[in-house]
């Protein structure tokens, strides 16, 4: 069935691109630059920028925006704010790009806003950069309506996180998090709804990256003999907290954020320790267009997208390059932010997230009509601050990589979300 | 063509932040022989300290004194010199080597402090809230750029100008007595454990210019900005400008600033579409390769001290003889 539908998808945007040949071979003269800062020398941070990338492809095979084909310049941030923010100031100054795409860190993120891209008029659009400092930035009017991001924040996770507990009647947890940005802002938010649900938090321990053991983090956590352990923590420490957690005697039953959806992880843990898992993330959608997504994510990377971040750096560089195309050839930067309601519109056509959807929202968009964009995270929407809330899935490790456990729609959510406050 | 301009503004303004950084490095390692592992917390001391005593109100942590930006920038330094001291007093007995540990396990410190100490500088999320001076007056567009280029510009000839003033008074000679021969110096009449905090401090103050600089014009600082990486950066500007020569300094921060931004830009541009994932990865490689090329094959640096000719034949072999005394 999956298979069926993309096929015809592709198809679809085949036909789409061919009909409008007349004015494709217009479309091959001209190329618009867009940016995109990812730490490409970062494991993780490849296949984020990979994902971007397929998403131009895509949208280049749809015909391109306004006639034209779209290039990505791709920058290394190599998670150093300095370098990241001359390599985005290299970006709207030399290649005059309108919309960039990044950072993955908020340390990186933040000063690339504050210091680029608002002084400059460019919309700035992250995967997943999840600090609450955002947020506040908008609220002080600095962000000029200008940043967007499609990471829903650390809250909705956290809340996810705590309901998983609740559901499995878990009396007390430990958590771990990682100590950045992401880590302080989750493990607080996950305490304080553990603690409005009456769970007991036994004990919030911070995790360093880059030490060559964690025990002593690993014994102090183990202390208040916790029913549960949270994780909000990346594969690589995540591996090694995990294993010494395991043989110092600590419980299997394990609730993890979504930066541990990786097979790398349940590699080198072992699927036999992760049976009692729980795993949260915002929404893998339920709509026709995400199986889509994913199937053909599948068949491009020979794999499903399983990494952190992959659904949302796809998401961020469609909604952005829609918005270009709704804001006509030659927009600005704040001409460009205008039109994100217009292409997310909850009113709009529901448009799919591949190249045949992206073909169709063309021709409303050309239309004057509005569309809703139906990503690979959900049907996504900003708030005035350009966050995202999401509905959430719960997800298992199987033998395959990771499977749903459980959704949970929007309304769910926020609702919860509202109980716990 | 404005946009050239315009990068090439921003691209000057972090080089001549990070100048003044390596300068003063060179007066601690250059002239005195101090193997300072810690650049990046004294930098840091100067980026938090400008940013928390000039900022306005924030709810999570410390900070909204809002003073006067000059007067955040100076006590931003005054904050890098008091942490000199304290460090000074504790491990300027150390030599060489040792130094470098003691110095390097301080600047972990002062990031991991930041990081976890959310009331005092707003942990890992970093600290915003700071309004860059005469914005309101200039936008923050092309002109408040060129503006602030030429403030640090202005520090950056300053500072360079006290330095070479400094290495050729007295004092400066002083300096490198002890770096060739501390026994030596002792002999004469001359405390070198004052004389090396002093050079230590001094350093440090202008580490924390920078920094302070460094915070200002990104607005934002968080512990990602403050990592070994940056210890490791200036360093490396010193080593290939020429260790001892101010401006050696200054030409390697240029150089090796340059060298990390245009191979990014380049293999961006030029590197086939199937390798641009992998040319972080490549960038690194490229720089490490200029930096050993340059141990290898020309230790003394692009711009070699200029030494007076009683030291010029001595020099390589007293800094092997001295650190065999530790």
Same mark, same amino acid.
């Given at each position: 069935m999956t298979h069926r539908t993309t096929r015809a998808g592709l198809a679809l945007g085949l036909a789409a691109g061919i009909t409008s040949l007349g004015g494709a071979a217009l479309a091959q003269d001209c190329t618009t630059k867009i940016g995109a800062v990812l730490p490409t020398s970062v494991d993780w941070g490849k296949p984020i920028a990979a994902t971007a990338q397929y998403a131009v492809d895509l949208v280049n095979e749809a015909g391109g925006v306004a006639g034209c084909q779209i290039e990505m310049v791709l920058r290394d941030s190599q998670v150093d704010p300095k370098v990241g923010v001359d390599a985005a100031k290299a970006l709207v100054d030399?290649?005059?790009?309108?919309v960039l795409l990044g950072a993955v860190s908020s340390g990186v993120s933040m000063p690339i806003l504050t210091s680029v891209t608002a002084p400059a008029d460019v919309v700035q659009m992250s995967c997943c950069s999840s600090s609450t400092a955002f947020t506040a930035l908008s609220q002080e009017g600095k962000t000029k309506g200008l940043f967007f991001r499609t990471f829903a924040t650390s809250g909705v996770q956290a809340a996810v996180g705590a309901m998983v507990a609740r559901d499995k009647g878990y009396k007390s947890v430990a958590i771990l998090y990682k100590n950045d940005d992401w880590g302080q802002d989750i493990g607080k938010l996950v305490a304080a709804d553990l603690a409005s649900l009456g769970i007991e938090v036994t004990g919030s321990v911070a995790i360093n990256d880059g030490q060559a053991s964690f025990r002593a983090e690993v014994t102090e956590a183990l202390k208040g003999n916790p029913d549960a352990l949270y994780m909000a923590l990346y594969p690589k420490e995540g591996t090694a907290v995990v294993r010494e957690w395991i043989s110092l005697?600590?419980?299997?039953?394990m609730i993890v954020a979504n930066a541990l959806k990786s097979d790398e992880f349940r590699d080198n843990v072992g699927l036999q320790y992760l049976g009692d898992t729980v795993g949260t993330d915002t929404a893998s959608p339920r709509s026709e267009s995400a199986s889509a997504f994913v199937a053909q994510y599948t068949a491009k990377?020979?794999? =499903?997208?399983?990494? =952190?971040?992959l659904s949302n750096s796809y998401d961020a560089t469609m909604i952005a390059l829609l918005a270009m195309e709704a804001a006509?050839?030659?927009?600005t930067g704040p001409e460009i932010a205008a039109m994100i309601g217009k292409v997310t519109d909850p009113e709009g056509t529901p448009v799919t997230a591949d190249a045949a959807g992206f073909a169709m929202a063309k021709e409303i968009l050309a239309s004057g009509g509005s569309v809703q964009y139906q990503g690979a995270t959900g049907n996504v929407r900003f708030d005035a601050n350009g966050d995202v809330s999401a509905p959430a899935v719960t997800w298992g490790f199987t033998a395959e990589g990771n499977a749903e456990l459980q959704y949970i729609t929007l309304e769910e959510v926020d609702a919860f979300m509202a109980s716990v406050k | 063509m404005i946009g050239i301009i315009s990068y090439l503004v921003f691209f000057a303004t972090v080089a001549g932040i990070l100048s003044i950084a390596v300068l003063g490095l060179n007066l601690q390692w250059g002239n005195t022989g101090l193997f300072n592992g810690g650049v990046v917390a004294f930098f840091g001391a100067g980026a938090y300290g400008t940013l928390i005593l000039g900022g306005t109100a924030q709810a999570d942590h410390l900070g909204g004194f809002e003073l006067p930006y000059l007067l955040a920038l100076l006590g931003g330094m005054v904050i890098a010199g008091l942490m000199a001291w304290l460090v000074g007093v504790l491990t300027l007995r150390l030599r060489h080597d040792y130094l470098a540990i003691a110095t390097f396990g301080v600047a972990v410190a002062f990031e991991n402090l930041m990081r976890n100490a959310e009331g005092l *500088?707003?942990? *890992?999320?970093g600290l915003r809230g700071f309004e860059r001076p005469l914005r309101a007056w200039l936008g923050d567009g092309f002109s408040y750029n060129l503006l602030f280029l030429a403030f640090v510009l202005v520090l950056l000839i300053a500072t360079y100008l006290f330095l070479e003033t400094l290495i050729r008074s007295p004092f400066g000679r002083l300096l490198r007595a002890i770096r060739e021969d501390e026994t030596a110096a002792q002999s004469l009449g001359k405390s070198p454990s004052r004389v090396r905090l002093i050079s230590f401090i001094t350093g440090s103050v202008i580490m924390g210019l920078a920094g302070g600089l460094y915070a200002t014009f990104y607005a934002f600082i968080s512990p990602q900005d403050v990592l070994p990486i940056l210890t490791f950066q200036i360093w490396a500007m010193l080593i290939v400008g020429g260790a001892g020569n101010n401006r050696g300094a200054i030409a390697g921060a240029f150089l090796i600033w340059g060298a990390w931004t245009a191979s990014g830009w380049a293999l961006s541009r030029f590197a086939p579409l199937d390798v641009q994932l992998y040319t972080g990865s490549i960038q690194f490689i490229l720089i490490g390769f200029v930096i050993v090329g340059m141990l290898l094959?020309?230790?003394?640096?692009l711009f070699p001290e200029r030494l007076v000719v009683s030291q010029s034949r001595r020099t390589k072999d007293v800094s092997q003889s001295g650190r065999r005394k530790t």
């Open positions: 030399l290649d005059g790009v309108k005697g600590g419980t299997q039953k990377f020979d794999g =499903p997208p399983n990494g =952190p971040g006509g050839k030659d927009a | *500088a707003g942990g *890992a999320k094959w020309r230790p003394q640096g």
